[in-house]
């Protein structure tokens, strides 16, 4: 009996190694949200709406401890290379000059030299002060969307560059009237439709919801109109609309006959914003923080016929998804620099353990180091994120005091089912630290910081964190937005000049 079930645990394995024997791996559907929290979606518990993603969480494999860094353009390096983005000075977001180094290869490169169809749709935010940062030229064969990260999404302004045009097609800058969700599906329907049906497709869509400005549709409004608090609702309804859009792209899958042919990844970039409407309650602080409600962000993935339903408790993190990709598909790697990430291709299709190393994240506000059950975090005293405190408290319908589900707590590896915050954040953060450690096995919502009796592993850790970046000079200035600092707006802007000045892409061309 026990050698059968090995038997058909390894037969995914098998299949997909045969698959890539004939050149013939899956297509690549990778789905992002950007700002979205643990407690945002309706698998994790939320009252928000999302059928959905709920549908592929429940047909496919949830990841119950997918990790992100706790910030937009972190994640996207460490997605895009497979490589940790403190190793290029990237702690925050691209916003005035820089990208990802020229140097390094991305996914997007190593899928198209296979044969792969490439396509990327949505927030770049890989830099954009030169054409060779452009995903054009980053391995994408087609792309569209914006390049800055906090974009209008109806105006496609950049709030980052003084309300400065941002909307592209290919490096070409395009006036299109819409809702930025809307746009980036419509676009990716057409391209399923009008591929070339011989060949494989990677595509990528990085929406810009449910990440500020808020701004819905008025529909999806209507539908929240029980919730009494406005950021919460047009959050809400953001993120409804953004499952609507999940949906049109898997029943466009159905329809072309390429649902079974292709492994669909959705996950978060970061967590959300207490005050900007998102939840990640039970978990502890939000965007920027190191902390869990920071970091550890919903995600899932999904091939029918080769990926069991189920819940993989083993960590698995942004950094991961480059080797296991080339793992999944048989595509050969076109370098030979040393990844940071693992390929969890076993634990995903036959749910093997996978023997981890350290896991590093980090941003301009903070630190954090995996190892085992033991995380370490550094970061400025009673600094929770982006919005201020990170468990956003019961509001009406949407709001669960106390949170949703308690995350699950047992040790990873296989399938199943200082402590008190201080007050919030603001702005940069000071340069003096407070260290803490937690049990994350035991203690998921980080309320007992056990360092003071652990003073040898918190001195190891901290030195390993350190050592990790020593001497690379950070290439992100941080941010600041044009208003000062809201991060949750529910509208269109109705700060930017009549005379946007020059696009983004125009800026650079001149």
């Known amino acids: 009996m026990r050698a059968a079930k090995r038997a058909a645990g390894l037969a995914p394995l098998v299949l997909a190694s045969t698959l890539a024997a004939w050149g013939a791996g899956p297509n690549i559907l990778l789905m992002m949200a950007d700002d979205l929290g ?8 939320s009252a928000i709406e999302t059928p959905a993603i709920d549908s592929l969480a429940s047909g496919g494999l949830r990841l119950d401890r997918y990790y992100a860094f706790s910030l937009c353009t972190p994640t996207r390096v460490a997605i895009m290379t497979g490589r940790s983005p403190l190793r290029f000075g990237i702690f925050g977001p691209i916003i005035d000059h820089g990208g990802l180094p020229l140097e390094e290869t991305t996914v997007g490169e190593i899928f198209r030299d296979a044969g792969y169809q490439t396509w990327y749709l949505g927030k770049w935010h890989l830099g954009h002060g030169r054409r060779a940062y452009f995903p054009n030229e980053r391995g994408w064969d087609h792309s569209y969307g914006s390049l800055t990260g906090g974009l209008d999404h109806y105006s496609h302004n950049s709030d980052v560059l003084m309300g400065a045009p ?6 070409e800058p395009i006036e299109e009237e819409g809702h930025t969700t809307d746009l980036y599906t419509q676009e990716a329907l057409r391209l399923l439709e009008g591929r070339d049906k011989e060949t494989r497709f990677f595509m990528y869509v990085s929406w810009n919801a449910p990440h500020a400005p808020l701004q819905a549709v008025e529909p999806y409004l209507e539908r929240y109109a029980r ?11 953001m993120v409804t609309h953004l499952d609507d859009s999940v949906a049109s792209l898997i029943e466009a899958l159905e329809r072309e006959g390429l649902r079974q042919d292709t492994l669909v990844i959705w996950v978060s970039d970061n967590g959300g914003i207490p005050s900007g409407g998102g939840n990640n309650s039970p978990l502890h602080g939000g965007k920027g923080s190191p902390y869990e409600g ?7 993935v999904n091939w029918p016929g080769t990926i069991e339903p189920g819940v993989l408790s083993q960590q698995v993190s942004a950094l991961d998804w480059l080797p296991t990709l080339l793992s999944a598909t048989g595509v050969p790697r076109t370098d030979s620099k040393p990844l940071d990430g693992f390929d969890m291709w076993p634990a995903i299709a036959a749910g093997r353990s996978v023997e981890r190393g350290d896991l590093v994240f980090g941003s301009n506000f903070g630190r954090a180091l995996f190892r085992g059950k033991w995380k370490y975090v550094e970061t400025v005293p009673g600094w929770l994120g982006l919005g201020g405190p990170g468990r956003r408290p019961g509001q009406g319908p949407l709001g669960r005091a106390g949170g949703a589900r308690r995350p699950g707590q047992g040790p990873p590896g296989g399938r199943g089912g200082a402590g008190r915050p201080g007050p919030p954040g603001r702005g940069r953060p000071q340069q003096r630290s407070q260290q803490a450690l937690y049990d994350v096995y035991a203690d998921p919502t980080e309320s007992n910081n056990v360092a003071a009796e652990h003073p040898d592993l918190v001195n190891e850790l901290a030195a390993f964190v350190r050592a990790f970046h020593a001497g690379v000079p950070s290439i992100a200035r941080g941010f600041g937005l044009r208003d000062g600092g809201t991060f949750a707006r529910v509208g269109p802007m109705a700060t930017f000049p009549e005379d946007r000045g020059a696009h983004v892409i125009d800026r650079v061309d001149e």
Not at 38 to 45: E, T
């Open 166 to 171: 941002d909307w592209h097609r290919n490096g």
């Open 294 to 300: 920071g970091t550890r962000v919903p995600g899932l």
């Open 227 to 237: 919730v009494d608090d406005e950021v919460r609702r047009t959050y809400a309804a």
């Open 38 to 45: 643990w407690n945002d979606v309706g698998f994790n518990g």
